[in-house]
């Protein structure tokens, strides 16, 4: 039998050099691979404005000759850190902010202690926040700050926000933030109040530990890790998507554990009761409504988000009271939404357009 006139027998050694010379490359570079440290994250130049507890607020130092006259703050999600929206020089939202004129602040967390079990909803919504927003007017010398608040740092901004409607927030701006809990599908089969006791757990072992956050994240898409790595290997000789790994990588197994009351109100009151969805949220004993809201509000979701579906986020402009509200839904996922190559060209850009308006 004859061989296709389309297989090239005289092609087969060069094919196999390229394949051995392409696997020698791939072993040196896995070497290297691990003998190496990733790239320093977070690195735009900052001061860090006040410390407490498992409270850090960071003012990133301005570089453009003109700042808008209202100060950002920017509020992270209490299970990761902030270093997401700062990674690297040409690739930090941070960095981004500040050339094109913004004043940036960032509220950003550390990992309660254990003593720190006993922190609560209020002490996030009613304390932390005030605080930094108190301290950001002080050392900018602006009486209105506009918000940003990134997944669950968004949902605290909300309750922020219905709680002191008369302000000083000046803008809101959310991404990827939940708003009707049910549409959680997976925290929810994972918190049924039926096997899950939230109770037990906060009473016996304190503060929820991160490796309890980190699997139920992976159980939401159980094989990206390992076809992650699967992918690296493949492209291990490509510095460029090797950095790009490693930053995303470790960010997202940085996970933070929480604040035990705080895991128990989330559970009882956003998981099993949706009450910020159905109008019944309260923080400290004050309503938190979201028609309370009216100031602009943009909320930015992306199409392929596993972590907050679209149909867990989409009540929330109709919900808002503001007259000045959008939202904006993106190509990408949870985090390439706000990071990355995709987030550089389309979300970055349009959060400009839309804040710069807004910030004078």
């Given at each position: 039998m004859n061989a296709p006139e389309e297989f090239d027998l005289a092609s087969i050694p060069l094919r196999i050099q390229s394949e051995v010379q392409r696997?020698?490359?791939?072993?040196?570079?896995?070497?290297?691979?691990?003998?190496?440290?990733?790239?320093?994250?977070?690195?735009?130049?900052?001061?860090?404005?006040?410390?407490?507890?498992?409270?850090n607020l960071i003012h990133y130092r301005p570089i453009a000759d003109e700042i808008y006259r209202v100060p950002v703050l920017i509020v992270m999600a209490t299970t990761n850190r902030g270093y997401i929206l700062d990674l690297v020089p040409g690739q930090s939202f941070v960095e981004f902010l500040?050339?094109?004129?913004?004043?940036?602040?960032?509220?950003?967390?550390?990992?309660p202690k254990p003593e720190e079990k006993c922190l609560r909803m209020e002490d996030y919504v009613l304390d932390f926040i005030p605080d930094c927003i108190r301290s950001v007017q002080?050392?900018?010398g602006q009486s209105e700050v506009s918000v940003i608040g990134y997944c669950f740092g968004g949902v605290l901004s909300l309750l922020y926000g219905s709680i002191f409607p008369e302000g000083p927030m000046k803008n809101l701006v959310l991404f990827t933030t939940p708003i009707d809990f049910r549409e959680m599908k997976l925290f929810q089969?994972?918190?049924?109040?039926?096997?899950?006791?939230?109770?037990?757990?906060v009473d016996g072992i304190g503060n929820v530990p991160p490796e309890m956050i980190l699997s139920s994240?992976?159980?939401?898409?159980?094989?990206?890790?390992?076809a992650g790595q699967v992918q690296l290997w493949e492209n291990i000789w490509?510095?460029?998507?090797?950095?790009?790994?490693?930053?995303?990588?470790?960010?997202?197994t940085d996970t933070l554990p929480l604040a035990g009351e705080y895991f128990r109100v989330i559970t009882k009151d956003l998981m099993w009761d949706n009450k910020l969805f159905n109008d019944a949220m309260s923080v400290g004993g004050r309503p938190a409504e979201l028609a309370n809201i009216k100031v602009p509000v943009l909320h930015a979701v992306a199409e392929h988000d596993h972590i907050v579906p679209y149909e867990a986020a989409r009540p929330l402009i109709e919900k808002i009271g503001s007259s000045d509200k959008q939202e904006v839904m993106l190509k990408g996922g949870h985090v390439s939404l706000?990071?990355?190559?995709?987030?550089?060209?389309?979300?970055?850009?349009?959060?400009?357009?839309?804040?710069?308006e807004r910030s004078t």
């Amino acid at each position: 039998m004859n061989a296709p006139e389309e297989f090239d027998l005289a092609s087969i050694p060069l094919r196999i050099q390229s394949e051995v010379q392409r696997a020698i490359q791939r072993s040196i570079k896995g070497v290297e691979y691990i003998a190496s440290s990733g790239p320093a994250l977070g690195s735009t130049p900052k001061d860090v404005l006040s410390v407490r507890g498992t409270m850090n607020l960071i003012h990133y130092r301005p570089i453009a000759d003109e700042i808008y006259r209202v100060p950002v703050l920017i509020v992270m999600a209490t299970t990761n850190r902030g270093y997401i929206l700062d990674l690297v020089p040409g690739q930090s939202f941070v960095e981004f902010l500040l050339r094109r004129g913004y004043d940036v602040y960032m509220l950003d967390w550390s990992p309660p202690k254990p003593e720190e079990k006993c922190l609560r909803m209020e002490d996030y919504v009613l304390d932390f926040i005030p605080d930094c927003i108190r301290s950001v007017q002080r050392d900018s010398g602006q009486s209105e700050v506009s918000v940003i608040g990134y997944c669950f740092g968004g949902v605290l901004s909300l309750l922020y926000g219905s709680i002191f409607p008369e302000g000083p927030m000046k803008n809101l701006v959310l991404f990827t933030t939940p708003i009707d809990f049910r549409e959680m599908k997976l925290f929810q089969n994972f918190a049924d109040r039926r096997y899950f006791d939230v109770d037990r757990l906060v009473d016996g072992i304190g503060n929820v530990p991160p490796e309890m956050i980190l699997s139920s994240f992976e159980m939401l898409r159980p094989a990206s890790r390992v076809a992650g790595q699967v992918q690296l290997w493949e492209n291990i000789w490509n510095d460029e998507y090797v950095k790009s790994y490693r930053m995303f990588d470790r960010w997202a197994t940085d996970t933070l554990p929480l604040a035990g009351e705080y895991f128990r109100v989330i559970t009882k009151d956003l998981m099993w009761d949706n009450k910020l969805f159905n109008d019944a949220m309260s923080v400290g004993g004050r309503p938190a409504e979201l028609a309370n809201i009216k100031v602009p509000v943009l909320h930015a979701v992306a199409e392929h988000d596993h972590i907050v579906p679209y149909e867990a986020a989409r009540p929330l402009i109709e919900k808002i009271g503001s007259s000045d509200k959008q939202e904006v839904m993106l190509k990408g996922g949870h985090v390439s939404l706000v990071a990355g190559a995709n987030a550089i060209k389309r979300l970055w850009p349009k959060l400009d357009s839309w804040l710069c308006e807004r910030s004078t």
